[in-house]
């Protein structure tokens, strides 16, 4: 069974699951509202999330969106980016700052008032929403006019206080809930989900899509759950990490570059192309550069001898863009969100199989080497020296067309014929074959 075989089931393993699995999505008609957390820092990551949840709730027939906030704030460009989703959703969106004495600081304020229904928990606090570059607040009019225009923007959308929405962009005001609904910033207090979808029930919200009315009632609250796309993300949009690989990866990109052969080049690549990911570089052009360079190492792999760790590694980095690349079905193809969920572990479950199948190759390659060599056949017959032998003193000799070292109990000198008569170990056991 050879390499192409495995890289052809391969292919045809994927055009399999893609054929059987598909299927027109069908809707959904049970009453229900779409869970989304957004807990610590808002970044690259928290945004793709959101757009993916929201993506999800849009396509499967959700009646509202539930978006829980515990945050301290984040990116700039990551909260207009979740705000931006929001506000083009068809299903409202709920926002709640949650859990008891959480907070929704900057970051999660401009979320909170972007939402068509606002509203928090006992003990939670709210505001302090001025930008910082750093660990210094940004005083520049030019971005604080447009941050506190479009604050009050929000807040005019969905007929909230406009000046105290302001404040908390200019005079950095905190609220707790009580203050907050006195102010008209919320809409209610709730000390659970269950709760506030009580409460909401029936309200009528202002969208950018027109008036909504909530249908929140004995609703069936589901929580979308954090995939490993948004895992991978959250670890690559940690500054220090992502900073970490692009600085390895320009050095391994040198390395590589001055002493060839080692693939410190396509390492250094890998880690530079995740690292640019981290910083916001776009996540689909990331990953199909990363499958590129899996495919192109899986053919080295199977039209050289790399001994499988070319194939390994090819495997290994498929995966990592295979689940970077795939976030929620695409519309065109009229899938259902299962099947795309099994569509993906049927993809990754093949790279693993090709990944075990390499593995076992590297491992039958180092199994070999470390082995000591033996031969079993050994020549017998006459041949000559090509060296003095003496005793203790081995020497080469060709029989049979080859050069084999030889021991002798009695000194032969060059030129002599000789006839094998026994072997000690890896040599021959010659004497002189006298006319």
Do not use: C
């Amino acid at each position: 069974m050879n390499k192409k075989f495995w890289l052809i089931t391969s292919i045809v393993l994927w055009i399999f699951s893609l054929l059987v699995g598909l299927n027109i999505a069908q809707g959904q008609t049970d009453n229900k509202v779409l869970w989304v957390r957004i807990d610590g820092t808002i970044t690259y990551a928290t945004a793709d999330f959101v757009d993916i949840a929201i993506n999800h709730a849009n396509e499967n027939g959700y009646s509202a969106i539930l978006l829980t906030l515990n945050t301290p704030g984040g990116l700039l460009d990551s909260t207009f980016s979740i705000i931006d989703k929001i506000q083009s959703s068809n299903v409202p969106v709920i926002a709640y700052v949650y859990p008891l004495g959480g907070n929704a600081w900057s970051a999660g304020t401009y979320i909170l008032m972007a939402s068509d229904y606002a509203a928090m928990a006992p003990y939670t606090v709210i505001g302090s929403a001025q930008p910082v570059s750093g660990l210094t607040p940004i005083t520049d009019e030019k971005i604080i006019n447009a941050l506190v225009e479009k604050m009050r923007s929000f807040a005019s959308l969905h007929e909230r206080n406009e000046t105290q929405a302001v404040r908390f962009i200019t005079h950095n005001d905190n609220l707790d809930p009580d203050r907050a609904l006195s102010y008209h910033i919320i809409e209610t207090i709730a000390s659970s989900p269950s709760e506030l979808l009580e409460k909401a029930n029936g309200t009528k919200v202002n969208t950018l899509h027109g008036e909504k009315v909530l249908n929140t009632k004995g609703a069936k609250l589901v929580e979308f759950p954090s995939g490993p796309r948004t895992i991978i993300l959250q670890i690559l949009s940690d500054p220090t990490i992502s900073s970490l690989l692009i600085t390895l990866g320009i050095l391994a990109i040198f390395l590589g570059l001055s002493s060839p052969g080692w693939g410190a080049e396509i390492l250094g690549s890998v880690m530079l192309i995740l690292g640019l990911i981290g910083t916001g570089f776009s996540v689909n052009y990331g990953a199909l550069l990363l499958l590129i360079i899996g495919v192109g190492l899986m053919l080295i792999e199977v039209y050289t001898h790399a001994h499988g760790v070319a194939g390994i590694g090819g495997a290994i980095i498929m995966s990592i863009g295979a689940i970077l690349l795939v976030s929620t079905p695409p519309a065109p193809l009229l899938v259902s969100s299962e099947w795309f969920t099994t569509f993906l572990f049927t993809v990754l479950g093949v790279i693993a199989v090709v990944a075990i199948f390499f593995s076992l190759i590297a491992y039958k390659v180092i199994v070999i080497r470390r082995k000591k060599p033996i031969l079993e056949k050994f020549p017998s017959g006459y041949g000559r020296t090509v060296d003095n032998i003496r005793p203790n003193e081995p020497g080469y000799v060709i029989i049979e067309g080859e050069y084999w070292l030889a021991t002798s109990n009695t000194p032969i000198d060059a030129g002599r014929e000789v006839k094998v008569i026994g072997k000690d170990g890896h040599r021959l056991i010659v004497k002189e074959e006298k006319n």
